[in-house]
């Protein structure tokens, strides 16, 4: 399995300006952050729809010298926000090659049926909202117990909320909707900060959840554990069925029943990954994942 | 048959109440990075509380103000503990990150450590600031100078 480290931050929004990119995720090294995910905006509903069959969605952005640069302090993921009108891109999203090198797929919908379609059908992992022009979109309580119920997560950006007032109560409004409706099941807070200045830390960000109407246990998964969480759903629906194989250079121990509960255990951190593995051992060397479905190809 | 049993009147019962502090251990982090900081405890003191009744209201600073201060504010190292009742805690915690603003000098607050006693406060921060020395020990040359940042870094003083 792939390695992440607490805590994580899913959406620091690419700038062209690499000097304030770096200043941007030196901030997040001092500050602890372990695991990021760049974020790329993408509008869908400006495109015309004729074109048909063609590619779609933008190519990521290179970040491989960021990637080089911060290879021992930082794991850094990409992720692509689509704003979305209508229902009609699953077809487009189903063909596209593109989307297939991002990491992560956030959706942003504009209006109730684009919010609904998010909640139900959507094929990503993330449901995130405009913080700027404020919550006339809320979320009705059958939608969200459904996309709960797929793994789907709510996200909370907390930057527009430190700048302005405005937005903050906005912000506050969207997640106290979700605290009423659900319990606050299944949120994430992330950064969304343009400067560095607007970072905060992992612990200020457990406390910020406060005001968003989650508990203590809520605040602090919602920088850690769900995270981890939509990166190993997302992994799954990157690779589709995989097979692997599991390569060991010890001597074989049979496993004894303790074993088996720690197998369990990683099981439940899954729920809701529909990924089939044949085995996961604890002294996996080499692991080389064969995607087996025809559609997915992974480079 | 009678059994006597003693059992104390409920008012002198309660009266054995330990008052539930909180400290919380921030960092100062001002906007441009080589900034010196003037820095009063008054002045963190009040910033605070403005933004608590700013976005709690009279009721939030009602709960908070009681057992409110600044216990230590070192401007060099930019360290700085807070106490409060145990109960407006979550008030003064949630509204850290929101603060863009202390006196005049654009900088934002930094958790480090919430503890329920100041000696646990005053280890974690020990500990955090031998760390910051190992990381700027070795860009100082003169030996003279090491032993003056030494000092600075590590000096604590509580009775406030």
Same mark, same amino acid.
């Given at each position: 399995?792939?390695?992440?480290?607490?805590?994580?931050?899913?959406?620091?929004?690419?700038?062209?300006?690499?000097?304030?990119?770096?200043?941007?995720?030196?901030?997040?090294?001092?500050?602890?952050?372990?695991?990021? &995910?760049?974020?790329?905006?993408?509008?869908?509903?400006?495109?015309?729809?004729?074109?048909?069959?063609?590619?779609?969605?933008?190519?990521?952005?290179?970040?491989?010298?960021?990637?080089?640069?911060?290879?021992?302090?930082?794991?850094?993921?990409?992720?692509?926000?689509?704003?979305?009108?209508?229902?009609?891109?699953?077809? &487009?999203?189903?063909?596209?090659?593109?989307?297939?090198?991002?990491?992560?797929?956030?959706?942003?919908?504009?209006?109730?049926?684009?919010?609904?379609?998010?909640?139900?059908?959507?094929?990503?992992?993330?449901?995130?909202?405009?913080?700027?022009?404020?919550?006339?979109?809320?979320?009705?309580?059958?939608?969200?117990?459904?996309?709960?119920?797929?793994?789907?997560?709510?996200?909370?950006?907390?930057?527009?909320?430190?700048?302005?007032?405005?937005?903050?109560?906005?912000?506050?409004?969207?997640?106290?909707?979700?605290?009423?409706?659900?319990?606050?099941?299944?949120?994430?807070?992330?950064?969304? &900060?343009?400067?560095?200045?607007?970072?905060?830390?992992?612990?200020?960000?457990?406390?910020?959840?406060?005001?968003?109407?989650?508990?203590?246990?809520?605040?602090?998964?919602?920088?850690?554990?769900?995270?981890?969480?939509?990166?190993?759903?997302?992994?799954?629906?990157?690779?589709?069925?995989?097979?692997?194989?599991?390569?060991?250079?010890?001597?074989?121990?049979?496993?004894?029943?303790?074993?088996?509960?720690?197998?369990?255990?990683?099981?439940?951190?899954?729920?809701?990954?529909?990924?089939?593995?044949?085995?996961?051992?604890?002294?996996?060397?080499?692991?080389?994942?064969?995607?087996?479905?025809?559609?997915?190809?992974?480079? | 048959?009678?059994?006597?049993?003693?059992?104390?009147?409920?008012?002198?019962?309660?009266?054995?109440?330990?008052?539930?502090?909180?400290?919380?251990?921030?960092?100062?982090?001002?906007?441009?990075?080589?900034?010196?900081?003037?820095?009063?405890?008054?002045?963190? &003191?009040?910033?605070?509380?403005?933004?608590?009744?700013?976005?709690?209201?009279?009721?939030?600073?009602?709960?908070?103000?009681?057992?409110?201060?600044?216990?230590?504010?070192?401007?060099?190292?930019?360290?700085?503990?807070?106490?409060?009742?145990?109960?407006?805690?979550?008030?003064?915690?949630?509204?850290?990150?929101?603060?863009?603003?202390?006196?005049?000098?654009?900088?934002?607050?930094?958790?480090?450590?919430?503890?329920?006693?100041?000696?646990?406060?005053?280890?974690?921060?020990?500990?955090?600031?031998?760390?910051?020395?190992?990381?700027?020990?070795?860009?100082?040359?003169?030996?003279?100078?090491?032993?003056?940042?030494?000092?600075?870094?590590?000096?604590?003083?509580?009775?406030?």
């Amino acid at each position: 399995m792939e390695q992440t480290k607490p805590f994580y931050d899913f959406c620091v929004p690419f700038n062209k300006d690499d000097k304030q990119m770096r200043a941007i995720l030196n901030e997040l090294v001092e500050l602890g952050y372990k695991t990021i &995910a760049i974020d790329q905006s993408f509008d869908h509903s400006k495109k015309d729809a004729g074109k048909r069959g063609s590619e779609m969605f933008p190519a990521p952005h290179s970040i491989e010298h960021l990637r080089k640069e911060f290879a021992d302090k930082l794991k850094i993921l990409q992720r692509i926000t689509i704003l979305y009108v209508d229902a009609n891109l699953s077809h &487009a999203m189903s063909v596209s090659y593109n989307l297939r090198k991002f990491n992560l797929i956030a959706g942003q919908p504009k209006t109730d049926g684009a919010l609904t379609h998010c909640c139900t059908t959507f094929a990503g992992d993330i449901i995130t909202f405009d913080p700027v022009a404020g919550s006339r979109l809320l979320v009705n309580r059958k939608a969200y117990q459904v996309a709960v119920r797929r793994g789907m997560f709510f996200e909370i950006k907390y930057a527009p909320a430190i700048a302005d007032s405005n937005n903050r109560k906005d912000m506050i409004k969207l997640a106290q909707n979700y605290s009423i409706k659900g319990k606050s099941k299944n949120i994430i807070i992330s950064s969304g &900060a343009e400067h560095e200045f607007q970072l905060r830390g992992p612990y200020d960000v457990a406390n910020l959840a406060f005001i968003f109407g989650l508990s203590e246990d809520q605040g602090k998964n919602a920088v850690d554990r769900f995270c981890r969480q939509i990166f190993l759903r997302a992994e799954s629906r990157r690779l589709g069925k995989t097979i692997m194989f599991v390569k060991g250079n010890g001597p074989i121990v049979f496993s004894d029943s303790s074993d088996e509960n720690q197998s369990e255990e990683e099981d439940d951190e899954m729920d809701g990954v529909v990924t089939e593995m044949s085995k996961d051992g604890e002294d996996e060397q080499e692991t080389d994942i064969k995607p087996a479905n025809k559609r997915l190809k992974v480079e | 048959m009678y059994i006597s049993v003693s059992i104390a009147p409920r008012s002198l019962r309660c009266n054995m109440v330990r008052i539930k502090n909180r400290y919380i251990a921030v960092q100062i982090v001002p906007y441009a990075t080589k900034q010196t900081l003037h820095l009063k405890d008054h002045i963190l &003191a009040k910033c605070i509380l403005q933004n608590v009744e700013k976005h709690y209201g009279v009721y939030g600073l009602g709960v908070v103000e009681q057992g409110f201060r600044v216990k230590y504010c070192n401007e060099r190292t930019k360290i700085a503990v807070i106490r409060c009742v145990h109960r407006g805690q979550r008030f003064v915690s949630s509204m850290l990150p929101l603060i863009t603003l202390i006196g005049d000098l654009r900088a934002k607050f930094r958790t480090l450590y919430i503890g329920a006693t100041i000696i646990q406060c005053n280890k974690f921060i020990i500990k955090h600031q031998k760390q910051f020395l190992d990381r700027f020990m070795g860009q100082v040359e003169s030996a003279k100078e090491r032993q003056d940042l030494f000092k600075r870094v590590m000096e604590l003083d509580m009775d406030r």
